[in-house]
């Protein structure tokens, strides 16, 4: 382990199982700097639907990713549903991603620590990552989790539609031929199906604590 390299918390998961909320909580915990990836695309796709340029030509999604500013990613707009079906379609080109991993790279690079999160941190964006975390949780809590933060903002939700898009996203992430969705060989897995947010925060600092203390 070497002492002058950034220390990186790498966690990855499928949607709605609870990893975005404990990445930010890590980040805020241990003062390190913090990148949701999955914004990095939905950023992408918006920059491209507010143009009105298409969605399937790879060389302008390369080249509107290049002016993408990760400090500035607005999180709430970002999340709207319009936007992740456009970032969806455009994930999957395989030169729009490497041009992002090499932005998130550089990203966690560039700080004493860094906790990203996505769909493949562990094994893509930080292969050598100090901490390795894989979120899961039951397609059913997912759903209803994803239901409930709808319903808070007021805005309509079908708890039968959102179990079946998750689903569906999952099994895209999963079978898609660029970076797919799964645990990296040496990641921690964690199910947060029946944990709170701070059961899964106390459980993730057990494991981080030991190997950050080696440093």
Known sequence: ????????????????SGKGTLARKLASHYKFSYLDTGLTYRAV???????????????????????IDFGSLDRA???????????SKVAVMG????ALVDMQK??????????????DIGT??????????????APEVRAERRYNEMMEKGEKADYNAILVDLKRRDERDMKRTESPLKPAKDAHLLDTTKLSIE?????????IDPILAKR
């Open 1 to 16: 382990m070497n002492p002058n390299k950034p220390f990186i918390i790498a966690i990855d998961g499928p949607a709605a």
């Open 45 to 67: 796709a918006d920059e491209l639907l507010k143009r009105h340029l298409p969605l399937d030509n790879e060389d302008i999604a390369v080249k509107t990713a290049s002016l």
């Open 77 to 87: 707009h970002l999340s709207e549903h319009e936007i992740g079906e456009a970032a």
């Open 95 to 98: 030169r729009l991603r490497k």
């Open 106 to 119: 550089a990203f966690a690079e560039q700080s004493n620590g860094a906790v990203l999160d996505g769909r």
């Open 124 to 137: 893509v964006v930080c292969p050598d990552a100090d901490v390795k975390l894989y979120i899961v949780a």
């Open 199 to 207: 059961g899964a925060f106390t459980a993730a600092c057990a494991i």
